[in-house]
């Protein structure tokens, strides 16, 4: 009988606690769809598109800037590119990258290694012990 009394009360003190919390739950999400707070909602969305929108247009008008200076500068002369430097340099020569001969216009990316004198604690510049990048050869030099 004890059992039975014990079950009987747990299950309606859980039912009224349940009952209290879905009666809270369906206010707080009534309160949320009131067409005042959507209404208030809907307006911080759009604001916030409008400032993400304008923030792209300023990057892209400061983009637009910075690529229209190079290439005053690159017509006027005042800038010369990797490639203009490697034709005047080289010649008939071929840039040779650990070991590999580059193509003109190729883009080429340094990895770094571990010297064995870095793994001393000395690397060839001289500078503090950690990773360093492999100096460009060139191939007739």
């Known amino acids: ?15 009224a606690v349940g009952t ?5 739950k369906v206010r707080s999400v ?3 769809l009131a067409p005042v707070q959507v209404a208030r909602k809907a307006t911080e969305r759009v604001r916030r598109r409008g400032h993400d929108v304008a923030d792209a247009v300023r990057e892209g008008r400061r983009a637009m800037r910075a690529k229209e200076l190079e290439l005053r500068a690159r017509l006027d002369g005042r800038v ?3 490639a203009d430097e490697l034709d005047d340099e080289l010649g008939d020569s071929t840039l040779l990258v650990d070991g590999v001969p580059v193509e003109p216009g190729q883009v080429i990316v340094l990895r770094q290694l571990r010297d064995e004198r870095d793994a001393r604690g000395a690397r060839p510049d001289g500078a503090a012990p950690g990773r360093w990048q492999r100096p460009l050869r060139r191939r007739g030099a």
């Open 1 to 15: 009988m004890i059992k039975r009394l014990t079950w009987f009360v747990g299950g309606a003190v859980l039912g």
């Open 20 to 24: 209290g919390r879905a009666k809270k």
């Open 30 to 32: 009534a309160d949320e």
């Open 80 to 82: 010369s590119t990797l």
